[in-house]
């Protein structure tokens, strides 16, 4: 397996959960930094969150993000997961995740990036 394998995604109601997870089984994810980033339509690839090696989380930086979203390592599934609250219609995308040596809010930075999960929120 070269890349990411994303699940969980779906079409849900504003104000509903979703919990993303994101799997590799290539290597395992607690060598490197996990980032989730996502792709709204028309819009550019943004980052949502990256998970350092050490544990430390960090959101894209002025973003109210933190509120709602957490990333969470599962050791025992070889995963990082994000769940989601409080879902809203902006926050309509194709959540994906990738590997870098270091959390960066460059998608460029991070490789082996997955085929995504489309995450849609209408009422």
């Known amino acids: 397996q070269e890349q990411f394998v994303e699940s969980g995604g779906g079409w849900v109601h504003p104000g509903a959960s979703l919990r993303l997870s994101c799997t590799h089984s290539g290597f395992r994810l607690d060598e490197f930094a996990i980032g989730w980033f996502r792709q709204p339509p028309g819009k550019e690839r943004e980052w949502v969150v990256c998970?350092?090696?050490?544990?430390?989380?960090?959101?894209y930086s002025g973003s109210s993000l933190s509120d709602r979203f957490t990333v969470s390592r599962d050791t025992a599934k070889n995963s990082v997961d994000l769940q989601m609250i409080n879902l809203k219609p902006g926050d309509t995308a194709i959540y994906f995740c990738a590997r870098g040596q270091q959390c960066s809010p460059y998608p460029a930075d991070f490789g082996s990036w997955g085929q995504g999960t489309q995450v849609t929120v209408s009422s």
């Open positions: 998970l350092s090696t050490n544990g430390g989380s960090y959101y």
